[in-house]
């Protein structure tokens, strides 16, 4: 599988081995893939998410279990599928982590899914059901790093024949077995243990499930249970029920399908929002959505050059906002991107000013939200706690009660942009200047569609005489990375996405950048190309990079009209770091012209003694005062020669 059929995400964290029959906490790095490709024989009704346990990596706590084969009980409600009339599956997603002395990287195996009618399983029988499955499908797994844990999207419609899974009931169990390719034989538990299931604590529901979940601890095909029933830990019982002192555990996965007909909520119609804006002043209780309509006349995106940016500033209560389109589908929600635990929804064309926050400022109006088409839509407003889903559906619980502002800004019926505001750095990402050898870079989490910034001063040209390397090869190794240089206009002056030595797999996913000489330098990695001046010259002046991941996209003419824009659509969240490295040892003139005016003061002095040597010290590259392509032990009489005749 070549690496642009795959979407790559991850969240930061560490490995963890666990044995048969233990559990352990729950690694965090995360790479998602799309499997199978969509097949085209099949459509329908809007679909979106009926069933979902944390499948977003927002996880609060986790485990892992030694077993390859486990089962969790589902249940629609609440949700868009509870006493539905018709339920047509048409994909899922589902986490295995991959990791263990047992891990193998790309060791084929499959995934098998069954479904079956909750009122045939019993947790506490043994076996714990006698009836068949309603439905069962399996995908081959063939591409994955080790250390990640991989989140599969699995499209049930291409793996069920073209047609999506029809579930009978509210409630259903769903069995997952991780098997060797074409059989139904369980991968192996214990040492040899290469992959786990994937469990959250906590995590945020729609819909339900019960404490309970399945485990084949003696991998011998059949989910033995009895009773008494087994409370947290059990060793050596199939059937695990977690309780209060403990934490309710749920597989971490989703359900997606048709989703039915719903109708709007009752709301507060806000009519057409025009270029000067809109405000609204409300309050909520305790598990209240407030909701809202509007009109967006224009298209905010990013070639109309146009936005739509939605905020609660001003609100005296913690919020969370979520935008929906006529037919229900959840566009987005947030959380805490605004000031102080307040929301914050952008779209299209960025990028604006951060809004001022008691505690913290917002993050900057950047419409890494998305791009919004003209159209209707409704947008609810409640109290942390409420989780936002497909269906206008509003779940969980919140005590937060008050004064809410609703706060829309835009200009989609054709008011020029304003000026744009540089990237907000974060102080540690603020490099300076970029002087001999060069900079780490401070290591940043690029969150799920997301990118993160850097900033940095270029005190002389980089031309033929010079260099300046970038280099992102102590980045999360499963990390498709892309980087963007921005000059300090906002427009675009390089850009990278793969920096692969000769483009066979493996693939080299992460980037760099090289500027000025043409002088092969050795890359870190040597599946990189060497660093060659590829990039060009850079003149002088303050740079901002932006770092995403696969897919991450500037504007169309990014190079004249940049705005410091872009948008990732990699759903990701890895760690990344940008390394420095350059031979420019001061500002102005790289290396002194005249050897004996070695600081270049003007004058010989004792002085140009003391700058020759700690350059000489280091191997700085402007201590090779006798031209010979190196520094070695003959600058330093050409060095005195020069300086004892007082001239160059």
Known sequence: MLKKTLVLAALAGCAVTASAQTEGPLMADRVYYNLPADSGTYSGRAVGTVWDNGSNGDILGGLILGTTHWAEDVNFAPGPWASAATRELTEMLLAVQYSGAGCLAN?????????????????????????????????????????????????????????????????????????????????????????????????????????????????????????????????????????????????????????????????????????????????????????????????????????????????????????????????????????????????????????????????????????LLAGTYYLGVAGFGTNFTDGFTATGASTEAGAVALNIKTNTNGTALAPSVAPAVPVEANLGQ????????????????????????????????????????????????????????????????????????????RSQLSFGSTNPRPAIDPLAQNFAGQDGNLPAGTYYLGVGLFDTEATFDAANNGRWHLRSGSGSSFNVTVDFYTDVTQCGSACPVCAADYDQSGGIDGDDIGAFFADWQTGAPCADVDGSGGVDGDDIPFFFDRWQAGGC
């Open 434 to 509: 970029i002087l001999f050898p060069g900079v780490p870079g401070f290591e940043q989490d690029i969150a799920a569609n997301d990118v993160v910034w850097y900033q940095f001063e270029v005190c002389s040209d980089i031309d033929s005489s010079n260099f300046l390397d970038l280099d992102m090869s102590i980045s999360n190794a499963a990390a498709d990375t892309e980087i963007f240089l921005f000059d300090s206009n906002g427009n675009l002056v390089a850009t990278n996405d793969d920096a692969d030595a000769d483009g066979v797999a493996p693939f080299y996913l």
């Open 107 to 371: 060791d084929p195996h499959d995934i098998v899914l069954r479904f079956y009618d909750a009122a045939a399983w019993n947790f506490t029988a043994n076996p714990m059901t006698a009836a068949q499955p309603f439905d069962e499908v399996r995908v081959a797994i063939a591409n994955y790093p080790c250390n990640v844990v991989a989140t599969f999207t699995l499209n049930m419609v291409a793996l069920n024949g073209g047609l999506p899974i029809q579930v009978p009931s509210d409630q259903i169990i769903v069995e997952v077995l991780l098997a060797e390719p074409g059989t139904t034989t369980p991968r192996p538990t214990g040492a040899a243990q290469g992959e786990f299931p994937v469990f959250v604590i906590g995590a945020t529901q729609l819909g339900s499930s019960l404490p309970n979940y399945a485990r084949d601890v003696n991998s011998n095909g059949i989910f033995e249970g009895g009773s008494p029933v087994i409370v947290g830990g059990g060793a050596g019982h199939e059937n695990r029920r977690a309780d209060a002192t403990l934490n309710t555990v749920w597989t971490q996965m989703a359900l997606r399908g048709e989703l039915p007909a719903v109708t709007p909520p009752a709301n507060t119609d806000l009519g057409p929002i025009a270029d000067t804006g809109a405000t609204q002043s409300t309050t909520i209780a305790a598990d209240e959505v407030k909701w809202f309509r509007l009109v967006v006349n224009g298209d905010a995106t990013d070639n109309a050059l146009q936005f739509l940016d939605i905020d609660t500033e001003g609100s005296a209560v913690d919020t969370i906002v979520g935008l929906f389109s006529e037919d229900g589908t959840l566009i987005a929600s947030d959380d805490d991107d605004g000031s102080d635990l307040l929301s914050q929804l952008t779209f299209g064309i960025g990028r604006r000013a951060a809004a001022a926050g008691t505690i913290e400022a917002s993050r900057q109006y950047d419409g890494r939200d998305g791009e």
